[in-house]
């Protein structure tokens, strides 16, 4: 069985811009660069891993306010000169991030801890320990 499609351009362009399959159709592309995440859980930890190639650990902040983890980063625009090099054709591009997440209660947001290995900064949230309720024997007299 074939599928046969009716190309009609004026409904084309409308439905293509509307349902894009792919964020590269979308015109202003450079909106969407937010990084990819994982988030793993572990018995003691989670793990959030980010996807930030080609950015410094140094531009990259992160913040824990409240029970609100945020990530965010800070690259500088450089301003096109005479001496800087002119792109034939430029697919990426560093533009500044910002991910924010909502931490569950049972984060221990004092210790917190992050590395940044080969561009990806993974930030490891270890959990509370959880404080075990003594069995107590109590005398009657």
Excluded at 117 to 140: F, H, R
């Amino acid at each position: 069985m074939n599928l046969v499609r009716k190309n009609n351009p004026l409904f084309s362009t409308i439905f293509e811009e509307l349902f894009a399959e792919n964020r590269l159709d979308i015109p202003n592309y450079e909106n969407f660069s937010i990084p990819a995440i994982n988030i793993s859980e572990k018995n003691t930890i989670f793990v959030v891993e980010i996807v930030i190639p080609g950015i410094s650990k140094n531009d990259v902040a992160i913040e824990v306010e409240e029970n609100t983890l945020k990530v965010f980063s800070k690259v500088n625009d450089e301003v096109p000169t005479e001496e800087t090099t002119k792109y034939l054709r430029k697919d990426f591009d560093l533009k500044n991030f910002e991910r924010k997440f909502t931490l569950p209660q049972i984060i221990d947001t004092e210790n917190i801890n992050a590395t940044h290995v080969d561009g990806i900064l993974s930030i490891s949230l270890p959990k509370k320990v959880e404080e075990k309720a003594v069995k107590k024997m109590v005398e009657i007299s």
